[in-house]
């Protein structure tokens, strides 16, 4: 079995994911991957290869997925939302920096509602 094959779920998922400037080459029985794209596909590539390698120990592997800044996602709030379980999707957010980048949108972080659109910093 190839790297590539080894790796295939993980390389399918940077592809569709339109990882930018996505490279992909195998030297020396080692798979290089590298690009850039936002933290949230970034933590995604990260878990898929936890999947595949457990224990990180194949050494067959080298990431170098840089997160470019400014990018954002956007989020439609659902019945039940608040800002603090919206956070807990995104690794690393919080509540604070969802208000920050919508207070053109939210004028009181403890009032959202359902079919609102919500900028989420990546």
């Given at each position: 079995?190839?790297?590539q094959?080894?790796?295939?779920?993980?390389?399918?998922?940077?592809?569709?994911?339109?990882?930018?400037?996505?490279?992909?080459?195998?030297?020396e029985?080692?798979?290089y991957?590298?690009g850039?794209?936002?933290?949230?596909?970034?933590?995604?590539?990260?878990?898929?290869?936890?999947?595949?390698?457990?224990?990180?120990?194949?050494?067959?592997?080298?990431?170098?997925?840089?997160?470019?800044?400014?990018?954002?996602?956007?989020?439609?709030?659902?019945?039940?939302?608040?800002?603090?379980?919206?956070?807990?999707?995104?690794?690393?957010?919080?509540?604070?920096?969802?208000?920050?980048?919508?207070?053109?949108?939210?004028?009181?972080?403890?009032?959202?509602?359902?079919?609102?659109?919500?900028?989420?910093?990546?």
């Open positions: 079995m190839s790297l094959e080894k790796y295939d779920r993980l390389i399918a998922y940077a592809q569709e994911s339109e990882v930018a400037d996505l490279s992909i080459v195998e030297k029985d080692v798979l991957i590298s850039h794209t936002s933290a949230l596909i970034k933590d995604e590539i990260w878990r898929l290869y936890d999947e595949i390698d457990p224990d990180m120990r194949a050494g067959d592997l080298v990431l170098d997925i840089e997160v470019l800044p400014g990018l954002e996602e956007t989020y439609e709030v659902k019945p039940g939302d608040s800002l603090s379980k919206i956070a807990k999707k995104y690794p690393g957010m919080t509540w604070q920096k969802i208000y920050e980048v919508n207070q053109d949108v939210i004028k009181d972080p403890n009032l959202i509602y359902p079919g609102q659109e919500l900028r989420i910093p990546l």
